[in-house]
């Protein structure tokens, strides 16, 4: 079952913070955070594992609430680079596969 | 940095004809994944393979999907008998595994249009 990604879009002027959430129904084992830009490939931000274990953006910071199965992706000070559609994807354990939220798409604005 | 590499950018096919997608994975990765993506749409997991076998694969992965790893470095997604909803954007991944690294790298993926 799909993770269930809000908002579905935001429109931020630069130097906003934005804040996405994923949410899931099953226990969760990771969640992994990537951007897409139009046309081109996800790109890896960042990973939480249960358990509290971080990697990613040095600039982009998220939490994983294992209470909730639920992620927060944080981005402050937000520059024109970082519009694109960000997807949230879940494992149920180590080596599954990810599913993918359906996204959403963040637009910064000069 | 090593990447994950895909070829052909952009396949052009006839409805009915076989393609094959390349891909080559990191190469100290060990589990690799094929994923779509229906233009404007989520990334939907196809298939994931690992010591050369199938380890998992989606309900869209059917009868006319197959993967191979060839040689030890291709990675291979074969659509035997295309169809128009087959379009989309194709990604290879790759992971290490392991305790160390968990992420999974893609591919600047194969767009593939059946008409």
């Known amino acids: 079952q799909q993770p269930v990604q809000s908002p579905q879009a935001v429109i931020l002027r630069e130097g906003e913070d934005a804040v996405i959430n994923c949410s899931s129904s099953k226990a969760l084992y990771s969640v992994h955070w990537y951007r897409q830009k139009h046309g081109e490939a996800p790109v890896f931000l960042m990973i939480?594992?249960?358990?509290?274990e971080q990697k990613g953006h040095e600039k982009i910071s998220a939490s994983f609430n294992e209470k909730k199965q639920q992620s927060s992706l944080y981005l402050t000070a937000s520059q024109l680079s970082y519009s694109g559609t960000y997807f949230c994807?879940?494992?149920?354990?180590?080596?599954?596969?990810?599913?993918f939220g359906k996204g959403t798409r963040l637009s910064v604005i000069a | 940095e090593p990447e994950v590499t895909q070829t052909p950018s952009h396949q052009v096919t006839q409805m009915g004809q076989e393609v094959i997608l390349r891909c080559v994975p990191i190469?100290?990765?060990?589990?690799f994944y094929w994923y779509r993506q229906i233009l404007g749409q989520k990334v939907e997991f196809l298939v994931s393979f690992y010591n050369n076998e199938i380890s998992e694969k989606s309900e869209i992965f059917d009868d006319q999907f197959s993967v191979e790893r060839p040689d030890g470095s291709n990675f291979t997604l074969k659509i035997r008998s295309t169809k128009l909803e087959d379009s989309a954007m194709y990604f290879c991944?790759?992971?290490?595994?392991?305790?160390?690294?968990?992420?999974?790298?893609f591919g600047p993926g194969t767009r593939l249009t059946v008409t």
């Open positions: 190469s100290n990765h060990l589990y």
């Open positions: 991944a790759s992971k290490r595994g392991g305790r160390t690294r968990y992420e999974q790298y």
């Open positions: 939480l594992l249960k358990g509290g």
């Open positions: 994807g879940t494992e149920t354990s180590g080596n599954t596969p990810l599913v």
